[in-house]
């Protein structure tokens, strides 16, 4: 057991136990040759992060009244789990014939290191995961891009998580799933709106941009695409139904007042989706996997960062949207990336992109915009070489293009291209050394208007004491998004579910599983994010249920041009997540309302994408802020 001495007075016997645990003892010495030489114990116990301190105070006298040892002292123990280190505060005195010892009275105040006993592997279900990658897509509905995943098997998959006989699969029916064309038909009984006015959704989606315009996305109307009202009494069963009429409205707003509403209906087949496809059907999918809120990109990318959107349900204050970028001094709350950096856990942000920040650390600029973690944050290239040569970080999370490649297959961008990110995604991690103990999770961040039937779920737990930007009360899910599993832990062909007895999988399921898997609760403590809703999230670990890695990987072709290429026009008006990224370039890392207003009045004479992306090649050209504000002056 090794041993800390402190001014020739006291020492330390310490021991560690356990991945999150060590065991100390303090004692006096008395050398040799005084009387009643050798170690008086002072106290001991175990040091956790959950009993992160102890203190002793001991007032003694020992010996004969002619050899007489007495000592005195307060000492306390500190665990600090981030730095694996102990302090040691004591104060005191040890007396020997009514005289000091040597180094007596004293006073330390010191910490000493040591190091838990790590394994290069941590269990993730009956796995053995050293890397989990999240890469998250943009604005698309489970029905959208994988309803038709089982179709051909008369949705009935290989296997459920939990079991189910015979095994289920919540997808597409043809002829059955429609939406109203006319909003005076949504909530009519089914038999008294005739064929000639329902909307069906397709067996194949018409272009590979579908739906275009984009449809609408705040609160206010994914409340009427799923209850056909914006204000839902409690605990009405959304019948989603309003997915039509409300794409009607965005067409009218939009500059494309000929498209067709029945668009929003179109779903894609598994051939125009080929790598999704392939990998879902390979590997797990998750049927019934919720956006965290019934709202927009960045108040549902929080909950993936953070389990809390800090009360906001939309991307700005208001609810058009429009080219106004969102203002990212709203989200200052600690991230699970801070608390990864405190525990010493490795974490990168890969972004296929030009610009900097990246969208997740502008968002969270008041938390991750310090220069010191600049590190952290890497082009896909990075994120490709690191998986080839086996140094990807413990947690990766993956970025599309939001606003150069467009490859993030938000509406209405082409599918194609996300099919083909995702592809040297799964490319990279696959092919790597660190495959075999790999986790690579690909989701939504919300349906983005996209039609699904399955009625989103009440019951939602509030993550904290926020004060909601509209009245909400953050008990009610968003629309079922695509998740799907990638490991060799996973059998082939599974279909997952949150059990019954437990609450939805959603986007915190994400942090829940980092929770478990590297002990992060215990070993933050207080430190720990304090969402309610990460507390009762089902973990992935289920689905790895494996005893031992798959040999065999499925051949997936590199996408081809399946579909009719059709690329979004390039002078479409800038959304406010295509604003946020140019906003984001323009502020750069240190945000103040000062930047953020003057970043609002440049993009208001720019709003349109080509506009947007020539304004970026001159950033990137130009540098930092700073040197941009000396090269051109203040704009």
Known sequence: MPTIRYAGVFEIDYKVVSADKVQVAAYFVVPKPLPMAGRKRLGGGTLSP????????????????????????????????????????????????????????????????????????????????????????????????????????????????????????????????????????????????????????????????????????????????????????????????????????????????????????????????????????????????????????????????????????????????????????????????????????????????????????SQFVTQLGNPNLSGHFKGFTDFCNDAALGTLPSYSFVEPSFLEKKNDQHPPHDVKAGDNFLYEVWKAVSTGPGWNNTLLVITYDEHGGCYDHVPTPWGAIKPDGSKPQKPFGFDRYGVRVPAVLVSPWIEPGTVFRAPKTSKEYDHTSILATLREWQNLSRRAGSRWLKSRRIAAAPTLAPVLSRGKPRTDKPDIPRPRALLRAAPAPSNAPLNSLQSSVLAAALMGDDVTQEKYDKAVRQIARIRKQDAALARLERIQKVGDPESRKKSRGSE
Not at 64 to 88: I, K, Y
Not at 104 to 123: K, T
Not at 155 to 177: C, H, K, M, V
Not at 265 to 284: G, H
């Open 50 to 361: 959950d009993n992160i301190s102890r203190t002793f105070r001991v007032d003694a006298m020992t010996g004969s009244s002619r050899w007489s040892t007495g000592f005195a002292a307060s000492m306390t123990l500190t665990l600090n789990p981030a730095t694996t280190s102990v302090r040691c505060k004591a104060n005191g005195s040890a007396k020997v014939i009514g005289k000091n010892l040597p180094g007596s009275p004293f006073r330390v105040d010191q910490s000493w290191p040591f190091d838990w006993p790590r394994a290069p592997l941590h269990p993730l279900g009956k796995a053995q995961i050293a890397n989990v990658v999240v890469v998250m897509m943009e604005n698309r509905s489970f029905d959208n891009l994988l309803g038709w995943l089982y179709a051909d098997q008369d949705n009935r998959p290989p296997r459920n998580i939990p079991p189910q006989s015979p095994p289920t699969f919540d997808g597409l029916e043809a002829n059955r799933y429609w939406n109203p064309v006319d909003a005076a038909d949504i909530g009519k009984p089914d038999d008294q709106v005739p064929e000639n006015r329902r909307a069906y959704v397709t067996k194949q989606a018409r272009s590979p941009i579908v739906p275009d315009p984009d449809p609408h996305e705040q609160f206010r109307y994914m409340s009427t695409q799923l209850f056909g009202t914006q204000k839902p009494a409690a605990g009405t069963v959304a019948n989603m139904k309003g997915f039509v009429t409300d794409f009607a409205d965005a067409i009218k707003e939009s500059k494309e007042p000929k498209a067709d509403r029945r668009l929003i209906m179109d779903c894609f087949s598994t051939a125009q989706v080929p790598v999704l496809t392939a990998l879902a059907r390979n590997y797990a999918v998750c049927d019934r996997w919720f956006a965290s809120l019934p709202c927009q990109t960045w108040p549902n990318r929080a909950f993936v960062h953070a389990g809390t959107s800090c009360g906001r349900v939309n991307n700005l204050d208001k609810d058009v949207d429009d080219w106004t970028p969102p203002n990212p001094l709203y989200y200052n709350t600690p991230t699970i990336f801070n608390v990864m950096q405190d525990l010493g856990v490795t974490w990168k942000v890969y972004a296929d992109s030009i610009v900097t920040p990246t969208l997740t650390r």
